[in-house]
């Protein structure tokens, strides 16, 4: 069963910067792709962004310029990097990793941004 455990949300001003990780349990390169959703209370989980294995990335049109999805194969890891944060950016944010056949998720860490 892989595991993939997110990290690094927090409480960030408007304007700020926050940068996710997502560690995964098995190498990058069993996935077909990575990325992050999101979801607040109410609504359905959003997509945000992907990453491809060979590393092409894909951004939802809300955070196009705004931030960045990239992994490190040698630690397992995809990032988002998120800038120029804006309160409707509040969500609890999922990585998620894509097989030919399965789907995986992680926990969800909760990105809060707020004066």
């Known amino acids: 069963q892989v595991q993939l455990v997110e990290s690094g949300g927090g409480l960030v001003q408007p304007g700020g910067s926050l940068r996710l990780s997502c560690l995964a349990s098995e190498s990058t390169f069993n996935f077909n792709a990575m990325g992050w959703y999101r979801q607040t209370p109410g609504k359905q989980r959003e997509w945000v962004a992907t990453i491809t294995n060979f590393g092409s990335p894909y951004y939802a049109d809300s955070v196009k310029g705004r931030f960045t999805v990239s992994k490190d194969n040698a630690k397992k890891t995809v990032y988002l990097q998120m800038s120029s944060l804006k309160p409707d950016d509040t969500a609890v944010y999922y990585c998620?990793?894509?097989?030919?056949?399965?789907?995986?998720w992680g926990q969800g860490t909760q990105v809060t941004v707020s004066s």
């Open positions: 998620n990793f894509q097989e030919t056949s399965r789907t995986y």
